[in-house]
């Protein structure tokens, strides 16, 4: 089966950086993908990490421990437009190559 | 930049009723999704469809929901008899293969209100 978990919601300062963590149990890893979503609209793509290690890409960056179940999005030079949901989700390569999504991070940037 | 599209934005209809929602995924891709989410709660799977048919599908997608993709371009999902609790905002996504960095593009969802 698939479990996935992120703390519900979060907030931070402008400038700041925040870690949002993942952690997940599946039974047919093939990716883990990071999603934003503002309210009212479509999840957007953000960051995909398939092996171990960081992936960076501007001021997002995404974890990856295959070994732990375990993953992080990294904001850094959080600005207010990164107010939104964050979404972790686990592409299950024997659940239809589906794509399993956490329940979210709600994440609130002030000013 | 392709693009999954999604159409109506908006539905409203009464419980009981029949509902077509429609996209058209981008064009080279290979698997086809179905998500639901319901105001303020996660996006939940409902079905997946590769090679003309369904390859999985969750518990909610049960006997009143249906897909197709009736000529090569288009995916629907039915919904046969609508309920109060199908209320929710639909996401179709397509991706173009199984492996690699082969993320979900979604399109922009169609609204659904059961009155």
């Known amino acids: 089966g698939q479990n996935i978990d992120q703390p519900t919601e979060m907030t931070a300062t402008e400038g700041a950086i925040v870690q949002i963590n993942c952690t997940y149990q599946?039974?047919?890893?093939?990716?883990l993908f990071w999603y934003q979503q503002h309210a009212g609209e479509a999840p957007t793509f953000l960051s995909y990490?398939?092996?171990?290690g960081l992936e960076e890409k501007g001021r997002f960056s995404s974890f990856l421990s295959r070994s732990k179940g375990y993953s992080y999005l990294l904001l850094k030079e959080l600005q207010m437009k990164d107010s939104a949901s964050y979404l972790c989700?686990?592409?299950?390569?024997?659940?239809?190559?589906?794509?399993?999504f956490g329940p979210g991070t709600r994440l609130s940037v002030l000013p | 930049e392709p693009e999954v599209t999604q159409t109506p934005s908006h539905q409203v209809t009464q419980m009981g009723q029949e509902v077509i929602l429609r996209c058209v995924p981008i064009?080279?891709?290979?698997?086809f999704y179905w998500y639901r989410q319901i105001l303020g709660q996660k996006v939940e799977f409902l079905v997946s469809?590769?090679?003309?048919?369904?390859?999985?599908k969750s518990e909610i997608f049960d006997d009143q929901f249906s897909v197709e993709r009736p000529d090569g371009s288009n995916f629907t999902l039915k919904i046969r008899s609508t309920k109060l609790e199908d209320s929710a905002m639909y996401f179709c996504?397509?991706?173009?293969?199984?492996?690699?960095?082969?993320?979900?593009?979604f399109g922009q969802g169609t609204r659904l209100t059961v009155v």
């Open positions: 469809f590769y090679n003309n048919e369904i390859s999985e």
């Open positions: 989700a686990v592409r299950e390569m024997n659940y239809g190559q589906n794509f399993v």
């Open positions: 599946t039974s047919g890893f093939n990716g």
């Open positions: 996504a397509s991706t173009p293969r199984d492996r690699g960095q082969t993320e979900a593009f």
């Open positions: 064009s080279n891709h290979l698997y």
């Open positions: 990490n398939v092996l171990d």
